[in-house]
């Protein structure tokens, strides 16, 4: 592995922000340098690469449309060149994820209530949309007067994609077949508690969601031959202290399956709990500021050494060392500028 890894940002742009920006994470000085511009692209708030580190893929919005728009990756200098966008009435996507094989992109939208699944060309650009999913329902919150799609991705065989409805509390395994999308499933966490983000453990049994509205995180096993959940944990991501405004963002886990980092907005801070390796349940381990305002995404390296968090209010990126035993994290630096962060992604070592 190189001193250097390249990583990105996705961003609002109502402000100062241009679009997608780019930066390096230098592992000898530890340290965020060189954060720039890459791409300029209306409100690209989520980015995914492909594993082969040959794509990048942004959601996007073009005037009165919103989709989804494809870049090819030149891979020592991090520099993207854009291969085509596909975009439909409605406001943009906040959610894209992209298969193994990078033959298939899928979206969620917060606002159209749609899960969009599109294939692609062998160079990466976007080929056609193939498939639209459409969600109902609502919730006893008052932000869950309709369904509010907040993620969509493929499970570890990637014979599933699982959306996320934080408007519905559903949760809904899709079977995917080249792109289409057949409706499984739907596990449904207590009410009002506006699931947002899962992620899997390396061991494709058992997953674990964030939620937005009551900052939980809910642990689940997952039964991937049929494609449903079922509840075994839900554990609060805040301290019961903290009465004011906290929206749970996002959640990530090690690739050891021994640690779930996630992510609190008003609290400002990331949260730490230990897997047990056992029976799969979390014990909290302890909360560190961000060091900023407002974060809404954070990302592990490659290494796993460190960690990035954006904070969208504050316009800044905080750099962390993780400890690899106690999954501990260390301020190394903060305020480091980013316009309107939203997300943070690294290519593959």
Known sequence: MG????????????????????????????????????????????????????????????????????????????????????ASAG????????????????????????????????????????DVAEHEGSGPHDRQEKPHIHYAGFTPDEKHLIAIDLGSDHVITYAVDKGKLTKVQTFEPKPGSGPRHIVFHPDGKHAYIMTELTSEVIALEYDAKDGHFTEIQAIKAIPSDHTDVNDGSAIHITKDGKFIYVA?????????????????????????????????????????????????????????????????????QKDVTAPEAVCVKFLEA
């Open 91 to 130: 406001s943009p996507p906040c959610h894209v994820s992209v298969s193994k094989d990078n033959a298939n992109v899928v979206t969620a939208n917060y606002h159209t209530k749609k899960v969009e699944s599109y294939l692609t060309s062998a160079n990466g650009s976007l080929q056609s949309l193939v």
């Open 264 to 332: 609190n907005r008003g609290h400002n801070s990331i949260a730490v709990f230990a897997i047990d390796q056992a029976t799969n349940k979390l014990t909290f381990v302890e909360w560190t500021a961000t060091a900023g305002d407002w974060p809404r995404d954070f990302a592990l390296d490659p290494t796993e050494k460190f960690l990035v968090a954006a904070n969208q209010n504050s316009n800044t990126l905080a750099l962390f060392s993780r400890n690899e035993e106690t999954g501990k994290l260390t301020l190394l």
């Open 3 to 86: 001193k250097n890894l390249i990583g990105y940002i996705g961003s609002y742009t109502k402000k100062a922000s241009e679009g997608v920006y780019k930066f390096t994470l230098d592992l000898e000085k530890e340290m965020i340098t060189n954060v720039t511009p890459v791409a300029k692209l209306d409100n690209p708030t989520y980015l995914t690469t492909t594993k082969d580190n040959k794509f990048l893929y942004a959601v996007s919005k073009e005037g009165e449309e919103g989709g989804v728009t494809a870049f090819s990756i030149n891979e020592q200098t991090g520099d993207l060149t854009q291969l085509n966008s596909l």
